[in-house]
């Protein structure tokens, strides 16, 4: 899967169900939105999701997968 292909699945989930407001928000950082950042923002839309079912359904590497958890989990205030 490419880069790009990768961040427009994680967008897409970011953007399920978001007002529009935000969506417009999002939409307008543009390149500013790395795949790491929005990661994140997956991670901590779905904190029951494991490192391995991010790998699995983003396509992202273990590693990515990893840091983007434990940044969530710290901005969620779980760790």
């Known amino acids: 899967m490419t880069e790009q292909q990768?961040?427009?699945?994680?967008?897409q989930r970011v953007l399920n169900g978001a007002d529009e407001?935000?969506?417009?928000?999002?939409?307008?950082?543009?390149s500013?939105?790395?795949?790491?950042r929005?990661?994140?923002a997956?991670?901590?839309?779905d904190p029951h999701l494991s490192r391995g079912l991010l790998v699995i359904r983003y396509g992202?590497?273990?590693?990515?997968a990893r840091?983007?958890?434990?940044?969530?989990?710290?901005?969620l205030g779980q760790i």
């Open 42 to 45: 997956v991670a901590k839309i």
């Open 21 to 30: 407001n935000t969506a417009a928000s999002i939409m307008a950082l543009g």
């Open 67 to 75: 840091k983007a958890r434990t940044k969530a989990n710290r901005e």
């Open 60 to 64: 992202v590497s273990d590693e990515q």
């Open 38 to 40: 929005l990661l994140v």
């Open 6 to 11: 990768i961040r427009i699945k994680l967008l």
């Open 32 to 36: 500013e939105m790395t795949t790491f």
